[in-house]
DNA sequence: CGAAGCATTGAAGTGCGTCAACAATCGTGG
DNA sequence: CCACGATTGTTGACGCACTTCAATGCTTCG
């Protein structure tokens, strides 16, 4: 299972064998948690991180009136909080929006690896570092592009997320959020969203429904997000 | 000069005389830079960072359309550029938004002060984290605070973030910016960012003219802006 | 001194939010 | 297996925060 992670890290640099049994020997423990929980509260005191191998999961903000924002989706291979194993505590709750297998990773056990394989260590550390360019980029959607052009370059950017690791289908891909959830992710208000959603689909650019986002026209969804991949950092190189 | 950085660092670590030595040694060279000068383009190979020891400096994002997201504000003391040691070529520009002073980091030299002093190369890393957390920060203010509060809450920020390095003084700080570069950070558009400022000045909360933003009534600031700067991830630590 | 950038203002438009209602679906217990 | 309440999706009417366009004076600086 925990070879879904080692895929998402081997698209972006080498993975040696002994680096490999290092990393599956840092898991200690593999967990099922339930759908819709808050797993991790902000400002808890953390000494593990989460490898997330099945489900979905996001990281999510709230004002004090109650507003939420998400940051970021999780998706199959993603560490969910491996920012966690330098700043001990997290400013933002992390939940599951699905059922989710998980594997917890002591950061103990990540130091030492890190020290040992530094190169592993850059890796995650590149790894973080490709989170924040996701954000980036959420900052710039959320900045400057409308409602329609901000779904589409979500339904985007997760279609390429989840094809590095095998689970995207030449259709489409599962994603088991609510309109709700997407409305958080986009900072719409539902009503909006599901108007938005209405009309992705009136243009014949997706299909959503249970679940399943189907990508009838995919140049024509990245069109409108004017959506260029370049800053989830995929391909091989040097760490 | 770069005792600003030292500054910065110490503020959430420990760092050794024996580690202090290794970091002033990795600055190659310090250099001047004039204002309003982009000095990194997006996907530009990069093998050295930038050290921001005076002035200030913005990371940049631009839809083809033409609008523009500040992602974030660099002031002394911040690496401007750290997770290019990871990423090697950037997702967005980098700026100068008056004439800084950078000191010249060498990946190479990074690469060997992160491998023979492991809590050096936690600190930096901790370092890029801190700035995806002022990243999320920014999606929730985007996605969920009103211009009124995002501005205020901006204006939070960098007070804090400036009282670190012992740039502000109790009544303010300067704040270089243009009412465009102000509404580039925003979200906003220049006549909207124009109005939102005259409200603030309107309850008297600030003020902000010459490159000076005068704060008279921090608490009412913050409390319009929401803002609690743990995600600032001040204070001592163990890393 | 002129040109260019910057701050400010007014008027008018619109994308998205708010409120409210209802339909469809789902999970759960009886 | 059905009944039921709760959640989710959908629609309409209306309102508002922010945008757009356009004009004007103010700085700044070569």
């Given at each position: 299972?925990?070879?879904?992670?080692?895929?998402?890290?081997?698209?972006?640099?080498?993975?040696?064998?002994?680096?490999?049994?290092?990393?599956?020997?840092?898991?200690?423990?593999?967990?099922?948690?339930?759908?819709?929980?808050?797993?991790?509260?902000?400002?808890e005191e953390l000494n593990t991180s989460m490898l997330l191998l099945e489900g979905w999961m996001a990281r999510s903000k709230d004002l004090q009136s109650g507003e939420r924002q998400v940051?970021?989706?999780?998706?199959?291979?993603?560490?969910?909080?491996?920012?966690?194993?330098?700043?001990?505590?997290?400013?933002?709750?992390v939940m599951t929006l699905s059922e989710c297998t998980v594997a917890i990773v002591p950061h103990d056990r990540l130091q030492d690896i890190t020290e040992r394989?530094?190169?592993?260590g850059r890796a995650y550390w590149f790894a973080t570092n490709v989170d924040a360019?996701?954000?980036?980029?959420?900052?710039?959607?959320?900045?400057q592009r409308s409602a329609l052009s901000r779904m589409a370059?979500?339904?985007?950017?997760?279609?390429?997320?989840?094809?590095?690791?095998?689970?995207?289908?030449r259709d489409g891909f599962n994603l088991p959020l609510t309109q709700r959830e997407l409305s958080e992710c986009l900072g719409l208000t539902v009503v909006h969203a599901n108007r938005t959603l209405q009309e992705l689909r009136r243009r014949k650019l997706v299909e959503f429904e249970k679940g399943k986002l189907t990508v009838l026209d995919r140049r024509g969804l990245e069109g409108i997000a004017d959506f260029d991949p370049a800053y989830l950092y995929l391909g091989k190189r040097k760490l």
């Amino acid at each position: 299972m925990i070879s879904v992670h080692l895929k998402k890290l081997r698209e972006r640099t080498e993975i040696s064998p002994e680096q490999e049994r290092a990393i599956r020997a840092a898991v200690a423990e593999t967990r099922l948690l339930p759908a819709d929980k808050i797993v991790i509260r902000a400002g808890e005191e953390l000494n593990t991180s989460m490898l997330l191998l099945e489900g979905w999961m996001a990281r999510s903000k709230d004002l004090q009136s109650g507003e939420r924002q998400v940051t970021e989706l999780h998706v199959a291979g993603d560490f969910a909080d491996l920012h966690a194993f330098t700043l001990k505590q997290l400013d933002h709750d992390v939940m599951t929006l699905s059922e989710c297998t998980v594997a917890i990773v002591p950061h103990d056990r990540l130091q030492d690896i890190t020290e040992r394989y530094p190169h592993v260590g850059r890796a995650y550390w590149f790894a973080t570092n490709v989170d924040a360019a996701i954000h980036r980029e959420m900052a710039l959607s959320l900045g400057q592009r409308s409602a329609l052009s901000r779904m589409a370059h979500l339904f985007c950017e997760l279609y390429v997320r989840l094809e590095v690791v095998g689970r995207a289908n030449r259709d489409g891909f599962n994603l088991p959020l609510t309109q709700r959830e997407l409305s958080e992710c986009l900072g719409l208000t539902v009503v909006h969203a599901n108007r938005t959603l209405q009309e992705l689909r009136r243009r014949k650019l997706v299909e959503f429904e249970k679940g399943k986002l189907t990508v009838l026209d995919r140049r024509g969804l990245e069109g409108i997000a004017d959506f260029d991949p370049a800053y989830l950092y995929l391909g091989k190189r040097k760490l």
